[in-house]
């Protein structure tokens, strides 16, 4: 029986791929109609996607070949899906992460940021949550939390190296009687007082006491200072691990680009509803995010420190107090920072590409007014997009030399041959090695499905069957859904998660006459709220194999976080976004639903 279960549990991927379109099978063949075969197609993908079975970007193609052979779509229909508007902005996005870390840009901001905050406890862990949130937005969680940890591991092991060297070096002054420092009160990891009992039992500092301490007696102090030590760093090594990753995934939801449900939203939008007016862009989802992101993570850092360090304000943030292990801490990342040089030509040219974007982005259609697009190419409609800008400035990597052109030589390559002309700042090798080419499948397979349930009828179908939840208040429904899409989201990739949400969160809210926006966008940012697992995120994953965390840990941490994002969602689009997207009347563009072709 044991070696029967072993067999079944190394081979389930198989069972699962040949089982479930056997045990579903009936239902198309039952129920002939187009929606219920664009069902199956769904239940389908939707297994494979949460059992990873198969890679994620392998089931994003099973449109491709099931609804042309159901009679859904035609095949060049299902197709074109697999290359949008919102594609070209991702790709867009990602050379431009790609050129940052190629020359390490991120890790001179970040260092920089952190040189800034200090090294005391609170606000060392909300310098790396700072700098973990800003760098996500531009960069991959992924890549931000495998690039802060190492600088966060090196610091704390610092701080407790410095730490042990002063104890030590305070406890044995404090029994010489020959230094200058008697009377002085020598002050353990934990605050205490290393005290020895008086006559009437009262404690007594260390230099009152009728002989100083023997060697041995010495020695078992220090191993009970050595002991605090270590659970203290234990707990502030879990904290700070914990803050990086966790600061990481909130980061990403504040901008367009800084993670993938946001561009699945942006194309789901784009596709279900063709003449929304591009209510989702970089500048409006900028305005609705940011500022939830910067509550989340205030929020987050105050649970973490609540949660691992205690709130103790003078210990914590030390009161504008400086000691010399805090200035032997300090100096690791100040020698890191230095071990960068001077800002080259290229990193330069990087940050300049990189901030003409963004402010690209933001001026392009800003809302409040006409913007640079609208008034030079958009007067007949939407022909410069997000994603035109993006592609546009992310070719600059590919013209732009990495030094400035001279007549000298420009020295060696790695192999010893010389250089005779430099390089650009991106190469398309470095680019293909880099590119998570998957990633753009995932985003088709989803426009694909939400193509298949318009021209199935599958869409309307189920607004019609959630036409009952009209009776319910929508504040309601947005905490359900969220509720529902962050429980889900841990056990799935928060990619799959929207993509399969999406399409019936629209088809619902159409048939409710609710502004589609109001459950979307909400569901959407749940959907990157993936903090109780190890295994839910890349992030979640490098920090648990980083600080030597159990699951429990993860768990009881990412708990509370995942009701502080739930609630700090609804908060925002009940007020802020409320007005931003004009939440309170059904739109007239959403009783258009048809695909734009």
Known sequence: MAAASWWLWHHRNYLILILTPLVFLPLPIVIPTSEAKCGYAIILMALYWCTECMPLAVTALLPVVLFPMMGIMKAGDVCVEYLKDSN???????????AVEEWKLHKRIALRVLLLVGVRPALLMMGFMLVSAFLSMWISNTATTAMMLPIAQAVLEQ??????????????????????????????PRGHMLEEKGPEGGKLPLDEAPEHHTESELDSILEKMRVERVQKYASLTKGMCLSVCYSAS??????????????????????????????????????????????MLVLSWLWLQLLFMGFNFKKSFGCGMSSERDKEAYGVMRAEYRKLGRMAFAEAAVLAVFTTLVVLWFTREPGFMDGWATVLFNQGGQFVTDGTVAIFMSMLFFVIPSKLPRFRDYGLSAEGKRIKAPPTLLSWKVVHERMPWNIILLL????????????????????????PLKSIPAFAISLILCLLVATFTECSSNTATTTLFLPILASMATAIKLHPLYVMVPCTVSASLAFMLPVATPPNAIAFSFGNLRVMDMVQAGFMLNIIGILTINLGINTWGYVMFDLGKFPAWANTTQSLP
């Open 159 to 188: 701080l407790a190296a410095t730490e042990a060297a002063a104890d030590e070096r305070e406890l044995r002054a404090a029994r010489d009687p020959g230094q200058d420092n008697q009377g002085y009160e020598l002050e353990a």
């Open 250 to 295: 909130i980061g990403g939801t504040a901008t367009l680009t800084g993670t993938t449900p946001n561009l699945i939203l942006k194309g789901q939008v784009d596709k279900i509803y063709p003449l929304n007016g591009d209510i989702i862009n970089f500048a409006s989802w900028f305005g609705f995010a940011f500022p939830n992101m910067v509550i």
């Open 444 to 467: 088709g397979g989803g426009f694909a499905l939400a193509a298949g349930s318009e021209v199935s009828g599958l869409s309307l179908w189920l607004g019609e069957s959630l036409a």
């Open 88 to 98: 070209m902005l991702f790709i867009g996005g990602l050379l431009v992460a790609i």
